[in-house]
């Protein structure tokens, strides 16, 4: 199970807009027969612990069994494949009809498999992979902080120092067509921080507008205008028309504030598309600048407009350092994603 569970954790922090892997048999609870009568067909294998059924994710990001191979996301499938592989399995049956692959010593095809992989390990594994699982555990801790507006996952995820008061937060996407920023989530849950810090990412805080290739969420609202500030400092009223002028209308602004006053963070690093320039203003200057000559990029002090996110953390947490990383337009290449995540590391450093 530690096994499992690191396992599905990795996974889950290098794909953060995957939907939660579902394990079906494992064994029962004191081993021994797990025949026809816990279910048909009956499981030979499953009797000592060892074994586990893991469901492959589907396209549909439904979290549930796929009924039928074409349901299948076979590159998260691959992926999940290959990490059973690499952390120790000593067979991983897959089914003939999903066009998994992998070492043939390992990786076998058989029949009734097509929803799901078998996981077998060996005896002594459990014991030989204990610190190396601990250590894969303690890397990257995973926070489910809620559900958008359509059901899907948001989370956090966390690395570093977990007793640390000193805490640097990346929100790597907020509008669905900007979210060039969760190649830099990936590359920088890849790194170690330095002690003393603890690092909070959360990949996408608008997965619907991710899925639907738009800016706004699920209800049509522009998340970075639904933050309740700046409309009064600049003599404006609240617009009803205006798509997010109701503050805090939308559940992912609501999951964003409270882990922001939960978190209290010293850093806090909004990507945005596609001004290619580090925006700051007031006190969070000094952190823009230092960034922007770190990744190599132009600094600008800019205000955030009414309704930021930004603008109302800088309002509610003078002490927290806020500000924007405005992408280029497009995906990041890999080299400017480890640049990214270098920055942020060495911006605490």
Same mark, same amino acid.
């Given at each position: ?34 025949? =026809? ?26 979290? &549930? ?30 089914? =003939? ?9 390992? $990786? ?69 067509? *900007? ?21 909070? $990412?959360? =990949? ?35 617009? =009803? ?9 939308? &559940? ?58 930004? &603008? ?13 990383? *405005? ?23």
């Amino acid at each position: 199970m530690r096994t499992v569970l690191v396992v599905l954790g990795e996974f889950a922090a290098a794909h953060p807009d995957a939907p939660r892997i579902g394990v079906g048999d494992l064994s029962r609870p004191h081993g021994g027969d797990f025949g =026809p009568r816990y279910g048909l067909p009956g499981h030979v294998s499953h009797q000592n612990g060892l074994d586990a059924d893991v469901y492959y994710p589907r396209l549909d990001r439904r979290e &549930r069994a796929p009924l039928r191979p074409a349901q299948i996301d076979r590159r998260l499938a691959q992926d999940l494949v290959d990490r059973f592989v690499a952390a120790g399995a000593i067979r991983v049956f897959v089914g =003939p009809s999903t066009g998994l692959r992998g070492p043939p010593s390992v $990786v076998q095809a058989l029949a009734h498999h097509d929803n799901h992989l078998h996981v077998r390990f060996a005896a002594s594994h459990g014991a030989s992979t204990r610190s190396r699982s601990r250590s894969a555990a303690s890397r990257v801790r995973t926070h489910l902080l809620g559900r958008s507006v359509k059901g899907r996952p948001i989370r956090a995820l966390a690395l570093g120092d977990s007793e640390s008061t000193t805490r640097l937060l990346v929100v790597a996407c907020i509008h669905g067509d *900007e979210c060039a920023g969760i190649a830099v989530a990936r590359s920088l849950l890849r790194r170690r921080p330095p002690a003393g810090l603890s690092v909070w $990412v959360v =990949p996408n805080l608008n997965p619907d507008g991710l899925a639907a290739g738009t800016r706004q969420n699920a209800h049509g609202v522009d998340l970075n205008r639904n933050f309740p500030a700046g409309w009064r400092s600049t003599g404006r009223p609240f617009d =009803p028309t205006y798509p997010g002028a109701r503050p805090f209308s939308e &559940r992912e602004t609501r999951i964003a504030a409270r882990l922001i006053l939960r978190l209290r963070p010293r850093y806090t690093i909004w990507f945005h598309q596609p001004q290619s320039l580090v925006r700051g203003w007031d006190g969070s200057r000094r952190a823009a600048r230092r960034y922007a000559r770190l990744v190599g990029m132009r600094f600008r002090a800019l205000p955030s407009p009414p309704g930021a996110a930004s &603008r109302w953390q800088h309002g509610r947490l003078p002490a927290s350092e806020v500000f924007i990383v *405005e992408l280029p337009r497009g995906a990041l290449t890999p080299a400017a994603a480890r640049r990214h995540a270098r920055a942020i590391i060495g911006l605490a450093g």
